[in-house]
């Protein structure tokens, strides 16, 4: 590996790749002209950030991984507790239940004795640790800041920004100016909140849409500048830019144990034997030996709700690269209407809830194999050599790959594979 070559990734969370255009988006729109733009570029099921982080760090599916979602269901003391992934300490109940975290390396793993990895966050803590669960390089978050070994960094070491556009600029200057300038190492991690964070809110086409697109595209063009001026000063760099996820609309929102009770599982709900984790527009299905044949034996009846699209098992679950193991039984995705929101942009969904949280109807949310959600955009840039549309269709689980092949070193493991670079 030269010593001069490094990668740069930059992830503007759930920036669907529609999104990328002169009038909406200027920065990416001109950036992708003179890249590797990826024309068929697709998200993984559950298409959420967490596990989204898990597949783009380790190049690999949920299948091969083993991080499930937003929300996982855990085998605790005999029946299934469902946990929220983005918490601080999700990775320590999951080592408890499981005996580890990912099940395939991280790049931070992979490139420990190469240059090392260095990642910036602002997205769930969840999220951001699961770029590097088990610390072989440097993660910043603003819940906690760790360096290889685990040691927590304080004070000034740390990361400490707001969850919102403001964050996100203070967190990219401190890595334009102190990762990419001053410790410059092989694999340089930086992962935006918006417009991901601010679409939850707010409604797809809106002018809070269009402020959060002007934010992270503000934070895009800051990394950029300062890649041209590394590579003015001889240095071959690799600035790959994408997004990990789409947006669709909220249009209504079911309580998914609240149908099972209704149907005859209250009791099995009640006592851990099954469980539901939603997923925002999809939901993963969960159960014991114990409670698997009654929720195997309501599935057929789900499948005729208005609020599910599709109900998958078994086979339908590997064809969509999602293992039915460790609790899972099933999977669903909501439904969707075509009707416009009030901005023009077409597609309602229904969303699985939790109990006493209504769905935020007119905002947007993701998590299914919906139209929008699952185009995020990627565009490599090596600097003018690389320029047009990729060959073929690409996904998440390339970035991984692409970047371990851009350093030279060895592309075992891997799902995915190495973008087209010429």
Same mark, same amino acid.
């Given at each position: 590996m030269a010593r001069s070559r490094r990668v740069v990734f930059v992830c503007c969370d759930g920036l669907g790749r529609d999104w990328v255009r002169a009038e909406t988006t200027p920065v990416l729109h001109d950036l992708a002209r003179?890249?590797?733009?990826?024309?068929?570029?697709?998200?993984?099921?559950?298409?959420?950030?967490?596990?989204?982080?898990?597949?783009?760090?380790t190049g690999c599916h949920p299948a091969r991984h083993g991080l499930h979602g937003n929300r996982m269901g855990l085998l605790e003391e005999g029946r299934v507790v469902v946990r929220d992934v983005g918490s601080p300490d999700f990775r320590q109940h999951m080592r408890r239940a499981t005996g580890g975290t990912l $099940?395939? !390396?991280?790049?931070?793993?992979? @490139?420990?004795?190469?240059?090392?990895?260095?990642?910036?966050?602002?997205?769930?803590?969840?999220?951001?640790?699961? $770029?590097? !669960?088990?610390?072989?390089?440097? @993660?910043?978050h603003r819940a906690g800041s760790y360096a290889?070994?685990?040691?927590?960094?304080?004070?000034?070491?740390? $990361?400490?920004?707001s969850h919102d556009a403001a964050g996100d600029w203070a967190m990219t200057q401190r890595f334009c100016a102190e990762v990419l300038r001053e410790r410059r190492p092989a694999v340089a991690l930086l992962w935006l909140c918006d417009p991901d964070h601010t679409l939850h809110g707010v409604p797809l086409g809106s002018p809070a849409h269009a402020d959060a697109l002007r934010g992270a595209e503000r934070c895009v063009a800051e990394v950029v500048r300062t890649v041209g001026r590394l590579r003015g000063e001889g240095e071959e760099i690799l600035l790959l830019v994408g997004s990990d996820h789409g947006q669709e609309t909220i249009g209504e929102g079911v309580t998914i144990e609240d149908w099972l009770a209704v149907n005859g599982l209250g009791e099995l709900l009640a006592n851990g034997d099954v469980a539901v984790a939603g997923q925002g527009t999809a939901a993963l299905l969960y159960a014991t030996d114990r409670g698997r044949g009654a929720l195997l034996g309501v599935l057929d009846d789900m499948r005729s709700m208005p609020w599910a699209s599709d109900v998958l098992a078994g086979e339908g679950l590997a064809a969509r690269r999602f293992a039915a193991r460790d609790?899972?039984?099933?999977?669903?995705?909501?439904?969707?209407?075509?009707?416009a929101n009030p901005y023009g942009v077409p597609g309602h969904r229904w969303v699985a809830t939790e109990a006493g949280k209504p769905a935020p109807v007119g905002s947007g949310q993701h998590g299914g194999w919906g139209p929008d959600e699952t185009r995020p955009f990627l565009m490599a840039n090596d600097g003018g050599r690389s320029v047009g549309s990729a060959s073929r269709a690409t996904s998440l689980v390339d970035i991984a790959p692409t970047i371990v092949a851009f350093l030279g070193l060895p592309i075992d493991g891997f799902d995915g594979s190495p973008l087209p670079l010429r």
């Amino acid at each position: 590996m030269a010593r001069s070559r490094r990668v740069v990734f930059v992830c503007c969370d759930g920036l669907g790749r529609d999104w990328v255009r002169a009038e909406t988006t200027p920065v990416l729109h001109d950036l992708a002209r003179t890249s590797l733009w990826c024309a068929e570029h697709s998200a993984v099921f559950p298409s959420v950030t967490r596990v989204s982080a898990a597949s783009v760090t380790t190049g690999c599916h949920p299948a091969r991984h083993g991080l499930h979602g937003n929300r996982m269901g855990l085998l605790e003391e005999g029946r299934v507790v469902v946990r929220d992934v983005g918490s601080p300490d999700f990775r320590q109940h999951m080592r408890r239940a499981t005996g580890g975290t990912l $099940l395939v !390396p991280a790049l931070a793993e992979r @490139v420990a004795g190469a240059g090392g990895c260095i990642a910036f966050s602002n997205v769930s803590p969840g999220a951001a640790y699961f $770029l590097d !669960p088990e610390h072989f390089g440097h @993660v910043y978050h603003r819940a906690g800041s760790y360096a290889p070994g685990g040691r927590r960094l304080e004070g000034g070491d740390a $990361l400490e920004v707001s969850h919102d556009a403001a964050g996100d600029w203070a967190m990219t200057q401190r890595f334009c100016a102190e990762v990419l300038r001053e410790r410059r190492p092989a694999v340089a991690l930086l992962w935006l909140c918006d417009p991901d964070h601010t679409l939850h809110g707010v409604p797809l086409g809106s002018p809070a849409h269009a402020d959060a697109l002007r934010g992270a595209e503000r934070c895009v063009a800051e990394v950029v500048r300062t890649v041209g001026r590394l590579r003015g000063e001889g240095e071959e760099i690799l600035l790959l830019v994408g997004s990990d996820h789409g947006q669709e609309t909220i249009g209504e929102g079911v309580t998914i144990e609240d149908w099972l009770a209704v149907n005859g599982l209250g009791e099995l709900l009640a006592n851990g034997d099954v469980a539901v984790a939603g997923q925002g527009t999809a939901a993963l299905l969960y159960a014991t030996d114990r409670g698997r044949g009654a929720l195997l034996g309501v599935l057929d009846d789900m499948r005729s709700m208005p609020w599910a699209s599709d109900v998958l098992a078994g086979e339908g679950l590997a064809a969509r690269r999602f293992a039915a193991r460790d609790g899972v039984v099933a999977a669903v995705n909501m439904a969707r209407r075509s009707d416009a929101n009030p901005y023009g942009v077409p597609g309602h969904r229904w969303v699985a809830t939790e109990a006493g949280k209504p769905a935020p109807v007119g905002s947007g949310q993701h998590g299914g194999w919906g139209p929008d959600e699952t185009r995020p955009f990627l565009m490599a840039n090596d600097g003018g050599r690389s320029v047009g549309s990729a060959s073929r269709a690409t996904s998440l689980v390339d970035i991984a790959p692409t970047i371990v092949a851009f350093l030279g070193l060895p592309i075992d493991g891997f799902d995915g594979s190495p973008l087209p670079l010429r």
